[in-house]
């Protein structure tokens, strides 16, 4: 019998009925007075759960390219710029910052952990950074960023712009941009958000607005904030051709999210973690990252001696549940688990039992039932 594989990387992650059937209606005209109102909504839907008085931008792309629109439209050649990085991804950020001539300083943290508000504090004295990036959660390490700590901090600094790479954290975390003091937040359709890969999506707050005003004519085009402004307000107007289907999917997931309670999923969100984390531990796993900044949205689980990564993962994918592998200095150790999005206890359950018969078969376990077991008391409590 072929069983049906269940997609639990971290991004993208399971999408719901509802909204492939978003993906599979028959496209139209992107002028089309219905699908114009769609896409006013869908902004209109981003300002108020991610609670910002500025912009969202909703392009077709991934999240690396809303990372280059986020840095894009608030800094110059030259300037000072402060990466946060907490593992693969925060070096992403430090690269790309490179290449665009920027003066990048690096706070890095050892992977499993993070870097701290404190830290982050004694270094923009140092000098004036216009921006600061920071992964909320960076999908290398499964570690959470204390981003509500870091932007109490940042706030302090008027000339510095705080942006947040939300893109394994949007819609599993808070990120509420204007009390936070985020003032960008650059994220995609694919994780937390559970749409289909293709959409990045960036919130920018009133501060960053007003740097982009400043800066005059930027040399980059498609993802130029002053470019998109008219169309975000007006969806009628032409700039470059909207992805149709995406936006009608995005719709539905933020449908699926007020439907929730944006905190109510923030609090599902936890709760599963909290779940999955202990029953990996159970079976004999060790997580990546330390207890105290662990991420809602995927686990990174470190095998125990004598597992073989390509052999769990294949024989994992047998069971019915397809995982990533570790990235870094962690390729070949380490699998990684996406627990986040529009997934439900039957998906949960049903990964943890393929984590047990693939451990039985590979000879490390003969108690079934232990993982799935702790998983559900922590799903009851
Ligand atoms: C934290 C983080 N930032 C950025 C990216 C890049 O996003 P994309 O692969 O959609 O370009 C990823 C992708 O996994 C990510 O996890």
Redesign the pocket.
Known sequence: MKIKKLCMI??PTPVTRSIQDQMGRETVAFGDPGFINDFKEVVKDLKEIFKTEGEAFVIA???????EMGIANVTKEGDNVLVVSNG??GD??KELCERRGLNVDVLSAEWGKTVTAEEIDNKLKEKVYKAITV??????TGVCAPIAEIGEVVKKYEDTILIV?????TAAEPEYLDEMGIDVL?T?S??ALGVA?GL?IVLAGPKALERRKSLGTIRDYYVDFEKWIPIMNDPSKYFATPPVNLIWALKETLRIIKEEGVENRYERHRQVAKAVQAALEELGFTLLAEKEHRAVTLSNAIYMDGINDAEFRKVLAEEGAVVAGGLGAYAGKMFRLGHMGNIDYHFLVSTMSAIERTLYRLGKTDALGKGVATLQKFLME
């Open positions: 971290p991004g792309g991934t999240g690396t390219l809303a990372m693969f991804f992403r950020y992964t909320h959660v960076d999908t290398s790479d939300g893109v394994c954290a650059i995609g694919q994780k890969p990045a």
